[in-house]
């Protein structure tokens, strides 16, 4: 019997990187551009109380799209619910996925956030007042719009991908 070593550098995984978005991606300006506009536009408009109230919305919006997303992490089938966790890569923020997530599951969780985030907001048109609205609304939409815009490039490369989030960039790999 042979005795083999195994290098540092082995794996068991068989993964092509197919694209990694990093913070040159022109995405990343135009959002980051369309973010100070929405900030500048609520102080303006609001003063103190429109940033605070942008604030409390992102904040609110972020365990919104948590709580939805963790039944959906652990109630379908072929999910690993240990691999979300909480993160901070900007653009996206949030619960998000911690290792290789399949395309198909984070694009799952993506439509169902903005399916139920549009009729919470929809059903909250009636109670609250217009600026909280309005940046519940926005805070809505500018989080998932980065994950939406990422999930899709890589669903048109290759349907059966894998995505990976770093701090620094979101790599898609094929198997």
């Known amino acids: 019997m042979s005795k083999h070593t195994l290098s540092e550098d082995s794996t068991i995984y068989h993964y092509t990187l197919l694209y990694r978005f990093t913070r040159k991606h022109p995405f990343f300006w135009v959002y980051s551009a369309c973010l100070l ?15 605070l109230q942008l604030a ?8 919104v799209h948590a709580i939805i997303v963790l039944p959906l992490t652990r ?3 072929g999910s690993v619910p240990r691999i979300w ?7 996206l923020a949030g619960y998000l996925p911690a290792g290789l997530v399949p395309i198909k599951q ?3 969780a ?24 309005a940046n ?13 815009v990422y999930v899709g490039k ?22």
């Open 85 to 91: 966790k909480w993160a901070f890569a900007y653009p």
């Open 75 to 77: 109630l379908s089938r």
């Open 37 to 51: 506009l929405w900030a500048f536009a609520d102080a303006v408009y609001s003063g103190w109380e429109g940033l």
């Open 136 to 148: 519940a609304a926005a805070a809505h939409y500018f989080l998932l719009l980065p994950q939406l």
């Open 106 to 108: 984070w694009d799952r």
């Open 110 to 133: 993506n439509h169902h956030r903005l399916l139920i985030g549009f009729v919470l907001v929809a059903l909250l048109y009636v109670w609250l007042p217009l600026p909280w609205l």
């Open 154 to 175: 890589c669903l048109r490369l290759h349907a059966g991908g894998m995505l990976k989030v770093t701090e620094r960039d979101i790599s898609f790999y094929k198997n």
């Open 56 to 63: 409390a919305s992102v904040a609110i919006v972020t365990a």
